[in-house]
Nanobody
Framework: QVQLVESGGGLVQDGGSLRLSCAAS????????VGWFRQAPGKEREFVAG???????????SYADTVKGRFTISRDNARGTVYLQMNNLKSEDTATYYC??????????????????WGQGTQVTVSS
């Protein structure tokens, strides 16, 4: 059982930045594919970014088109923590952001579904 905890959300102005963190309580995330998802009011949950496990030949990242060039996902392998750096935030980015983890299956492949463990979310609100 993996319990994920997100942190770093908050209220920012349009164009501002936030860094979200995802960690597993009592466990490292280094052996898992980790993804960030978000869900805005009235919309379905969507994939934002993901990163492969360090056990599969180095990090491979994947981003939704809506956040490419603005968001960066990364790992602190020593701590097993995954981050989502969000720059140039827009009102459209307002959502609850969830961290998810998946057992590694395919090398250098970031899935956009089928994740095994989920955090409870952290709220990101961008005001104009």
């Amino acid at each position: 059982q993996v319990q994920l905890v997100e942190s770093g959300g908050g209220l920012v102005q349009d164009g501002g930045s936030l860094r979200l963190s995802c960690a597993a309580s009592g466990r490292t995330l280094s052996g898992y594919v980790v993804g960030w998802f978000r869900q805005a009011p009235g919309k379905e949950r969507e994939f934002v970014a993901g990163i492969t496990s360090i056990g599969w030949g180095g990090d491979t990242t994947s981003y939704a088109d809506t956040v490419k060039g603005r968001f960066t996902i990364s790992r602190d392998n020593a701590r097993g923590t995954v981050y989502l750096q969000m720059n140039n935030l827009k009102s459209e980015d307002t959502a609850t952001y969830y961290c998810a983890a998946k057992h590694t299956a395919i090398p250098r492949f970031v899935p956009r579904g089928g994740y095994d463990y989920w955090g409870q979310g952290t709220q990101v609100t961008v005001s104009s």
